[in-house]
């Protein structure tokens, strides 16, 4: 293959590779406080030799760099569930899984049998002292402040871990809407949380359609340009073969 054929693919690669993630943004449009992503592209510069130019020349291929999230605050929608509590601004839920600490954005808290606050997954969340938040069976009305502070009849209870990152693109997906990190968190004093509010994933389903779309038109005008390509050298070839007879 010519370089025009390899920098095709290189090309058709990286929109391969946005299609996943256009896909993934409009699977996730409904799933709560999930970030759409999209793809960071760069030239990948090489240096080659043919016979007309023996010093090289400089081919741009296309480099799939990486994946950019939108960190922007998805829209709130009110539940009037006293466990479910969305975070305006910056910061994350510390919680607690089988495999360390992690952070979310997913204020859907319920009780668990035992009484903890945990996720809809199950995982307990944490409190500022790393410890879950557990309500006596006594405890029916609960409220949780601005800050985080949970309260109960009885008093209160504890306050909600939120910690934010110097880096939000460093945290990794770890499943189930959390994320981790080898970054230190530092805890979000002036955490803003609302009650009885979830946040809704800030995927913009119109915008990804047209961008699916527009990656699709793209991938089929480079599959024509490689079969032209291809099409262009099977018919060169038997008339090189037949200079060379002649020759």
């Known amino acids: 293959m010519e370089n025009t054929s ?26 709560p406080s999930f970030k759409a992503q999209q793809v960071m592209f760069t030239d990948y510069m090489v240096k080659t030799k043919t016979d007309t130019t023996p010093f090289g020349q400089q081919v741009s291929f296309v480099h799939d ?69 557990v309500l006596a069976p006594n405890e029916a009305e609960v409220s949780i402040a601005g ?44 955490a803003n949380i609302s009650q009885g509010a979830i946040e809704e994933s800030n995927v913009q389903p119109v915008v990804e359609m047209t961008n699916m779309m527009t990656i699709m038109r793209n991938y089929e005008s480079i599959q024509n340009l490689i079969q032209n390509e291809h099409d262009r050298q099977m018919k060169a070839m038997p008339v090189l073969s037949q200079s060379q007879q002649n020759a």
């Open 147 to 190: 800050d985080g502070t949970l309260s109960s009849e009885n008093g209160i209870i504890g306050k909600i871990k939120v910690v934010t990152f110097d880096n939000d693109q460093a945290l990794r997906s770890s499943g189930d809407g959390t994320y981790q990190t080898t970054q230190t968190p530092t805890i979000a004093d002036n």
């Open 6 to 31: 390899y920098v095709a693919l290189s090309r058709q690669t990286a929109l391969w590779r946005q299609i996943e993630i256009v896909a993934n943004n409009l699977a996730n449009a409904n799933t």
């Open 65 to 133: 760099l990486g994946t950019l999230r939108d960190t922007r605050e998805g829209p709130v929608t009110k539940t009037e569930a006293p466990l479910d509590v969305s975070i305006h601004g910056d910061g994350y839920f510390t919680i607690d899984t089988p495999s360390g600490q992690r952070y979310t954005r997913e204020g859907h808290f319920r009780l668990d049998e035992n009484g903890m606050v945990v996720t809809a997954s199950g995982y307990p969340v944490l409190q500022q002292n790393d410890t879950p938040i």
